[in-house]
């Protein structure tokens, strides 16, 4: 490989050296340990490797048959095929002079920090190269500005220095975003969390309301069929008193209506004797069949049932008060309720002993 005439070729000989460093397999910087093939190309021996094993899958490796061929290698460049011995790419010889120009390559382009392989020249001379920098106007600057230009009466600092301290105050900067995105991601972290937490508390609320309003409905539904049950108790105890009666009046006007009969037949009688003999009990019969007709009679008001009237104005205000509050309201609230059902309770007790 003629190096020499390729840099000259080029103006930017930093460029094309890299060029020259390429391995045709990894399209990378030849990785060390590089090695040489007969036809002059170089190669990473670990590419060369992969490929070699790739196209002798049967070959046994360093530690095998000496009485075996160490397998075919085609160079990747040039197409040359190569015999190798039992060593395989092992048996290559390593190219230090391109290794050595890696390393010199690498030390000289981390002395570059600014752009890989180039120099940025200075804008008003433009023959001079970025050297110092600024640090009245901070920014970089060259000599000829620093002695003849805007930049003679600035302080001014070898651009390495410079270069050294910026990087590692970006790196800081760096680490302090990083800690600060840290702290943003476990805020986030944490509110995703009184999410979740949120509407599981707020399912396990709304169950209990429900269950709470259940259980209003099921005493409101028991009281409700109680008092049915005492009113339909009441009415068949004052139906079965009115049909009674009527029974009563029924059976009597039936009697009297026998009586009126056998009356007129004995009115219809000629014959005095005949008469007489029967009209002393018929009278007496029809004079006992009229104090029947003071039967059993209903008080005035008896078909009422407004003293089953339930008064729910207060029940109603009650319920529209129920509201979400603490435990000393809900205990205040208890004994209101308590309090309540107790004067009721007395009101009945003394209604019972009039």
Known sequence: MDYKSSLIQDGNPMENLEKQLICPICLEMFTKPV??????????????????????????????????????????????????????????????????????????????????????????????????????????????????????????????????????????????????????????????????????????????????????YAILDEKKSELLQRITREQEEKLGFLEALIQQYREQLDKSTKLVETAIQSLDEPGGAIFLLSAKQLIRSIVEASKGCQLGKIEQGFENMDYFTLDLEHVADTLRTIDFGTDEEEEEFIQEEEDHEEEESTEGKEEGHQ
Not at 35 to 52: G, S
Request: hydrophobic share 30%; proline share 4%.
């Open 35 to 216: 090695v040489i093939l007969p036809c002059q190309h170089n190669l990473c021996r670990k590419c060369a490797n992969d490929i070699f094993q790739a196209a002798n899958p049967y070959w046994t490796g360093r530690v095998g048959s000496a009485a075996m061929s160490g397998g075919r290698f085609r160079c990747p460049s040039c197409r040359h095929e190569v015999i190798m011995d039992r060593h395989g790419v092992y048996g290559l010889q390593r190219n230090l002079l391109v290794e050595n120009i890696i390393d010199i390559y690498k030390q000289e382009c981390s002395s570059r920090p600014l752009q890989k392989g180039s120099h940025p020249m200075c804008k008003e001379h433009e023959d001079e190269k970025i050297n110092i920098y600024c640090l009245t106007c901070e920014v970089p600057t060259c000599s000829m500005c620093k002695v003849f230009g805007a930049h003679k009466a600035c302080e001014v600092a070898p651009l390495q220095s410079v270069f050294q301290g910026q990087k590692t105050e970006l790196s800081n900067c760096i680490s302090m975003l990083v800690a600060g995105n840290d702290r943003v991601q476990t805020i986030i972290t944490q509110l995703e969390d009184s999410c979740r937490v949120t509407k599981e508390n707020s399912h396990q609320v709304k169950e209990e309301l429900s269950q709470k309003f259940d259980m209003l």
